[in-house]
């Protein structure tokens, strides 16, 4: 009988007098090497192209949670982490992701605001969306509480094309306390005219699994949420719009 046995010297000063020192957080085995102190891991697992990380990002905005990304690519929860935020930082101003506002017409603007939670159901925090009606893009957002202090960013990051613009919502008073008075028209959901943002909502909560209010995948800290909001608007207005709107 034949046996192969593999032998491994320490990365830093190749020497084969190696010992094993446990694994860590991903499972891979560590060493520690008597000949120059150093610890390493055994086998360093093969790093993801970015083809390959574009791939986990994409399958983590259609609902699947970080727990079934490490069981399904063997990638862990801090690494995909990180390259949410690389992601998400690499990413232009949402405006330059809008097509050029007709100057012929008035742009009209529904807006409205849906809850999820970060770390815990009775920590409620509030995304509010404004929508151009006629491209279905998502022109500005915002997430904090449901005071008038939120609806006030909101509507500062609403890009300046849009300022003069016809503003649908309901008849929440944040708007009201917000929105110039001749803009402004609040509205009751039979009339339809919120419709577009309110089926924008269901296909945030379809796509981001902690933005489902009945959910185990939800944010630990606010930052990682308005990261996830962040991209999966840029992501919707420059490659789902066409299969959504």
């Known amino acids: 009988m034949i046996i192969e046995a593999k ?10 007098d190696l010992v094993k020192n446990g694994t860590n957080a991903s499972g891979s085995s560590q060493y520690h090497c008597k000949t120059c102190g150093a610890y390493g891991v055994l086998e360093l697992k093969e790093r993801s192209t970015e083809e390959k990380k574009e791939l986990i990002i994409k399958v983590y905005q259609e609902r699947s949670s970080m727990r079934a990304i490490e069981r399904t690519f063997g990638v862990s929860r801090q690494t995909l982490s990180v390259w949410l935020k690389e992601k998400a930082n690499d990413l232009p101003p ?14 009209v603007l529904e807006l409205d ?15 509010w969306i404004a929508m151009n009606r006629e491209t279905r893009e998502i022109v500005a957002y915002a997430c904090g509480d ?10 500062d990051r609403v890009p300046s094309a849009y ?4 503003v649908f919502s309901d008849y929440w008073n944040a708007y ?11 509205v009751g959901k039979e009339t339809g005219e919120t419709a577009h943002i309110e089926r924008w909502n269901n296909t945030l909560r379809q796509h981001l699994a902690r933005f489902v209010r009945k959910t ?7 930052k990682m949420h308005e990261i996830c909001l962040k991209l ?14």
Do not use: M
């Open 216 to 222: 185990l995948s939800f944010c630990k800290c606010i």
């Open 94 to 107: 949402l405006e330059e992701t809008l097509q050029p506002v007709d100057s012929k017409k008035i742009p």
């Open 7 to 16: 032998v491994y010297t320490c990365r830093k000063c190749q020497s084969k």
């Open 113 to 127: 605001e849906l809850w999820s939670f970060v770390f815990r159901s009775k920590d409620k925090v509030w995304v």
């Open 232 to 245: 999966f608007i840029h992501r919707y207005n420059t490659e789902l719009l066409p299969i959504v709107g």
């Open 176 to 186: 009201q306390a917000v929105i110039p008075s001749e803009q402004h028209r609040p």
């Open 163 to 166: 300022k003069e613009a016809i």
């Open 146 to 155: 449901r005071s008038e202090d939120t609806c006030q960013i909101l509507w």
